[in-house]
């Protein structure tokens, strides 16, 4: 059974930086495009950041030059660093496939951006 487990959630300052990880166990995502996804309250989930197996990165608008994200296939995790933090980036954080049948999806992790 693989399974999801994101961290590297809290509360923050705008301007403050966080990296959250996403650990896969019980499969390999070595083979697999990527993707955190965020979900803020009363919104839709949105794609964040993708990274191919290759290592190519496509990020959605809002985030370029902000965040990065990576990937370490022999640790089965990957990254996503935050830059400049801004109140609207407030979400629970997601990770999972970009494409075809998802692993079952995580609980996230927390990111809130608050003075």
């Known amino acids: 059974q693989v399974q999801l487990v994101e961290s590297g959630g809290g509360l923050v300052q705008p301007g403050g930086s966080l990296r959250l990880s996403c650990v896969v166990s019980g499969g390999t995502i070595s083979i697999y495009t990527m993707t955190w996804y965020r979900q803020a309250p009363g919104k839709q989930r949105e794609m964040v950041a993708t990274i191919t197996w290759g290592g190519s990165t496509n990020y959605v608008d809002s985030v370029k030059g902000r965040f990065t994200i990576s990937r370490d296939n022999a640790k089965n995790t990957v990254y996503l660093k935050m830059d400049s933090l801004k109140p609207e980036d407030t979400a629970v954080y997601y990770c999972?496939?970009?494409?075809?049948?998802?692993?079952?999806w995580g609980q996230g992790t927390q990111v809130t951006v608050s003075s």
């Open positions: 999972n496939k970009e494409a075809g049948r998802p692993f079952p």
